[in-house]
C-alpha cells in the first residue's frame, strides 16, 4: 500500500504534467490513478469523505442564507429537514430531568479560573447564541442539548414506558391503544400493537393487538397476526389467544418508542446482555474543559513548528485534514465545537489491526448476538474510529425514528437531518463517517421507516456512497458542481496543495459514481435484493376462532368490533 507521501507524489506528478487549470481538471476527472480511487487507502477515502461532507455542508449553508433572505422579503419559510427536527427536539420536554451532564460540559459549565477566562467565557456565550445564519452551528447546540438524552440507560427524550401487570386495569390499558406491548412469559417475548381493550364488568381485562416484527420470538406468530391477551383481574394469570402464559412480566411503550429507541438499538446489536452500555462512549474519564485544555487545543491550532500548520485544526490531533479555507468554502468550526470534539481524545489503540476495509458490514455480515462485533469492526479500521466506539448518529436516527412515527417529522426531513448530522460531526472532527455511518446501516435493516429507504442495503457499500443515500439528488448534484468549482479554483494556484486536489476531485468522482449507480439500487431493490421492508410484511390473518368475549359487553375502546361474538 502507498503510504501518504507516495500518494500525494502521484497526484504532484499529475499537477506537474498540466499547467492550466482546465488541462488539470480535465486529466484529474479522467485519471484512473489508485490514489484518486475511492476505497483503496484509509487516508485518501477518509479526505474524500470529509470533503464531500463540507461540500454538502458548504450547499446547505448558500441554500439556508438565501432562505433566510426569502423569509425576510415576506415569503414562506421552506422548512429544511434539519430545522424541522430542531423545533420539534425543542418542543420536547423529557419526562426524566438530566440526572448528568452531557459528557463533554462540566456541571458549572467550562472552568473558568486562569488566564484564559475572559477567551472561555466567550466560548461559553457563542455556544448558547449561535449565528442566525449558520445551520451547522445551530444544529450543534440540539446535538449538545437535546440528543443527549438519549445517552442516559432511561433518559430517552420521553421515557415512553408504563407498566402493565396484574393490577393494570382496564382504563389503564385503554390509554395504551396504538402503542405497544411487550410480555415476557417462560422466556418467550411476545410483542403486539394494541388495537382494543374491553372491561366485562367484572374487571377481568381483554386486550387485542397485532404482532410487531422484532427479533424475538413472538410465540411463532407471523408478523401482522391478530392476538387476544386475557387477564383474570382475581388471579391476575395471563392467557394469550387462551394458552396459560404461565409466569409473566410485561411493559407498554409508545409506537414511536418502539420503533426509535428499541428497533434502532436493537438494529445495532446494542439489546445484547453482557455488551455494556453501547450508548455511551468508550472513551475514558471525561477531561476538564478549563485554561489547560484550551491551551493545549490552541496550540494545536497555532503552533507555527508543527509541520501540519495551514491544514486548519478543526479535525482533532491526529485526524485527515482539508484546508476549507483553500477551497474557498464557508466551513468554519468555532471554539466551542473544538473543544467538545475529539481534540480531547486520542485514536482507538488495536495491537493487530484488521487489514484496511473500506465497506461498512450490513447486518448479515454482523452477529449482533456477540458482543464483540463492533470491536471486531473498528479493529479493522483503528485509524477510522476515533477513541473507541462511538454512537452519536445512532442517537440522532434513534430521536428521529421517534418523531417519524409520533407525525411530526416526515420521512424524507428525517434523512435530511441524518445527512446534515453525519456532514456536521465528520467535519467538526466529532466521528469518522464509517463511525456514524455502521450504526445507521446496520440499525436501517430492522428499523421502519428506514426499512423504505436506500440505507437498507444488502451488500458492504463504502461509507460515503451509504452516506450519499442520505442525500437528495439535487443536493448531491450540487455537491458535485461545488466541488468541481472548488477544484477549478485551487488548480489556478500554481502549486496547489496536493491534499486538497485530492479530496476535491475524489468527491467529483464520488458523486458521479454515485449518480451512475443509483439507479442500479433501485433495480435491486425492486428485484427484492434487499431485505424486504416491514412495511410489506404485513400479513392477513383470517379470524381468530379462539375470541370468545360475551355478547354485550358493557364498554370497550378502540376496536370497534372487539366484543363481537366468533371473531
Known sequence: MQDAGEQDAAVARILAQHRTPAERLAALERSHAPELAYGLHPGSDEAAEIAGAASYLQVMKRNWRAELAGRDAGNPPQRAGWEAFQREMDAFVPEVERAQPVWFLQADGYQVTGT??????????????????????????????????????????????????????????????????????????????????????AGNLTMRGTVLEGPVGNRGLSVGATVE???????????????????????????????????????????????????ARNRGPRLAVDDVLFERIRDLYTNVEDPERGYARTLGPTRTRLNFNEAGWDVNIPPYRRLGGDAMFTEAAHPE????????????????????????????????????????????????????????LALDEAQDLMAFAVADMVVSGEHSMPECMTPVVLAASSSQPWQETPLNISKATPSLTAWMHLVSPETRNEMRTEARAALQQVLENPAPDPKVVKGLTMVVKATNDHERNTSELTQAMTAGLNPTPAAVQRVTVAANPRFNAPAAVPRSVGDPDLHRRGE
Do not use: C
Open 116 to 201: 484564559n477566562q475572559d477567551e472561555l467565557n466567550a466560548i461559553a456565550a457563542a455556544r448558547e447564541r449561535p449565528p442566525r445564519d449558520d445551520p451547522q452551528q445551530q444544529l450543534g447546540i440540539t446535538y449538545q442539548r437535546d440528543t443527549m438524552y438519549a445517552m442516559l440507560p432511561d433518559g430517552a427524550i420521553s421515557r415512553h414506558t408504563g407498566t402493565f401487570d396484574s393490577g393494570t386495569t382496564a382504563d389503564a390499558a385503554a390509554g395504551w391503544i396504538d402503542h405497544v406491548v411487550r410480555v415476557q412469559a417462560e422466556a418467550d417475548e411476545l410483542r403486539l400493537r394494541v388495537t382494543g381493550v374491553v372491561d366485562d364488568g
Open 229 to 279: 391477551l386475557q387477564k383474570n383481574e382475581s388471579t391476575g394469570s395471563l392467557t394469550i389467544d387462551g394458552q396459560d402464559a404461565g409466569a409473566w412480566s410485561a411493559s407498554f411503550e409508545t409506537f414511536g418508542y418502539h420503533q426509535g429507541r428499541t428497533r434502532v438499538n436493537e438494529g445495532a446489536g446494542m439489546h445484547v446482555p453482557g455488551a455494556g452500555t453501547p450508548e
Open 353 to 408: 489491526p484488521a487489514p484496511y476495509d473500506a465497506n461498512l458490514p450490513v447486518p448479515g455480515t454482523v452477529d449482533v448476538n456477540d458482543p464483540n462485533w463492533y470491536y471486531d469492526v473498528t479493529n479493522a479500521m483503528p485509524d477510522r474510529f476515533v477513541g473507541g466506539r462511538s454512537s452519536s448518529s445512532t442517537l440522532y436516527m434513534t430521536a428521529a425514528t421517534m418523531l417519524v412515527h409520533e407525525d411530526r
